[in-house]
């Protein structure tokens, strides 16, 4: 492997700032493109001012933390796990595998990757409590509410989980977490169904196992066709981490607080829980739906030029060009319409994407496809309903969370994550008892 380390210290370079109030001049070290906040806060209008500080709602110019995870460059379209190109791990990798490379840092050797591979495969299942306590759920309730809920409730379980100083504690909750995520998911969708439980398969690989989970019926065994088994592996491979994204940052701003890693992961759920974040790819389906066939594709382009609508799975905060996973996650779904037969929408998501490619409406935009244009499509062709699309994110992504927040629990510049307000609020008001308000 070649060494390409992405930062590094910018010695003696510098910001010069001058801050008009009191013509003083500041010099502020610049670290890896960065200055920091508490080198802003030494500027002060006078000795007993406030400290000057940054407004950045929704951190856009923010770096939280400095992360050896996950490497993304928007304007190229690069995403890298530990400096591997996801277009590799997805075609020669497995979720497993990947899951490891996040967490550990490398990839397994033949040894490493046995031993986890069983670590994780011993885990899968839950103590029945989680059961009867999932069951109490309303027949109709959301799976990611269930989710959610449920990997909350296993810190209850594994209360030794709260000694996060201890390596080999963390180890065994994030083998844990990793192995029950896909049967807690799979429990929460049968739920939904009314089906009863199934569970785990320990002679099944990781996404075959899920998928035995979800759909086993009366037979002894399911047996899921290869190539869906490997749509799926890819799928998880594709959503196992995406640097700090809204629910990683969740996860570590919990996580900050030194809580167990179960309920930090909650926060990640939660995050993901929310439509500006998982709930893209349902949005697409919707909006294909209501285009309803190829020959009405040009009039929906031009509402969504005039600013009707949006072109939904389209544009990216971060990436300006082709989202790289969207380019896999597009030979996935051939590769699992081979087996199901194609969907009817797929054909108009193409014309979708063909015509938005050429448009300049959108060329001068930069917009893409991203990775929700195509995922919909194949997780409907997979049987799942929408509810189940996040699911299928928090499950993969459950390895990502872990590695950040392992990471944070290593990193000696790590504090409890504080955020700075602006007061906007009415100070030093007199209290007046309620009989005096009057009303
Ligand atoms: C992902 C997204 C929220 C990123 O937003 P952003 O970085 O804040 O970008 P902006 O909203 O500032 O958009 C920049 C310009 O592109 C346009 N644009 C962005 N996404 C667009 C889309 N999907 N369809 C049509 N126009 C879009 C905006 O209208 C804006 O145009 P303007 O400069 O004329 O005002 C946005 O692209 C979007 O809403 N996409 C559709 C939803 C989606 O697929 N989300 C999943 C993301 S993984």
Not at 236 to 265: K, W
Not at 394 to 403: E, F, K, V
């Amino acid at each position: 492997m070649t060494d390409q380390t992405a930062t590094s210290s910018s010695d003696g370079q510098s910001l010069t700032v001058r801050d008009n109030r009191t013509g003083q001049d500041y010099e502020l070290p610049i670290v890896d493109g960065t200055i920091r906040g508490s080198d802003l806060a030494k500027i002060k209008a006078g000795d007993d001012g406030p400290a000057l500080a940054v407004f950045d709602p929704g951190f856009i110019n923010t770096a939280s933390c400095r992360s050896a995870i996950t490497y993304i460059d928007g304007d190229q379209g690069v995403l890298e796990y530990r400096g591997y190109p996801i277009e590799q791990l997805a075609e020669k990798s497995n979720y497993l595998e990947v899951a490891y490379l996040l967490v550990h840092g490398e990839l397994p050797n033949k040894e490493q990757s046995d031993t986890w591979v069983h670590e994780i495969t011993y885990h899968t299942f839950v103590h029945e409590n989680v059961k009867t306590f999932m069951q109490g759920f309303r027949y109709d309730a959301h799976p990611m509410g269930m989710l959610l809920a449920s990997v909350g409730a296993l810190s209850t379980f594994y209360p030794e989980s709260s000694n996060i100083t201890d390596a080999g504690n963390r180890h065994m909750q994030i083998v844990r977490l990793i192995a029950k995520m896909p049967t807690l998911g799979a429990w929460a969708f049968r739920h939904a169904q009314g089906k009863p439980y199934v569970y785990p398969d320990n002679d099944l690989g990781y996404a075959a196992n899920f998928l035995a989970m979800l759909f086993r019926m009366s037979e002894q065994r399911f047996e899921a066709d290869e190539r869906l088994i490997r749509a799926l592996e890819v799928l998880f491979i594709l959503h196992a981490d995406h640097e700090q994204n809204c629910s990683t940052n969740a996860v570590r701003s919990v996580g900050s607080s030194q809580v167990d890693p179960y309920s930090a992961m909650t926060a990640g759920i939660a995050a993901l829980y929310g439509p500006l974040h998982g709930g893209a790819n349902e949005a697409v389906l919707r909006m294909l739906r209501r285009i309803g066939s190829i020959d009405k594709v040009p009039e929906f382009i031009e509402g969504v030029k005039a600013g009707k609508e949006r072109l939904m799975g389209f544009g990216h905060r971060v990436y300006k060009n082709y989202d790289p996973r969207a380019k896999i996650i597009k030979q996935a779904a051939e590769d699992v319409f081979a087996v199901t037969g194609v969907n009817p929408l797929l054909k108009i998501a193409v014309e979708l994407e063909k015509i938005a490619l050429e448009d300049e409406y959108f060329v001068k935009r930069r917009l893409y496809p991203n990775v929700d244009f195509y995922s919909g499509l194949i997780y409907e062709a997979l049987s799942f309903p929408p509810e189940m699309f996040t699911v299928l994110f928090a499950i993969p992504r459950t390895s990502g969370w872990l590695a950040q927040w392992l990471e944070l629990v290593d990193d000696s510049d790590q504090k409890i994550a504080r955020p700075k307000q602006i007061y906007t609020g009415p100070r030093k008001l007199d209290y007046v008892s309620c009989q005096e308000r009057g009303g």
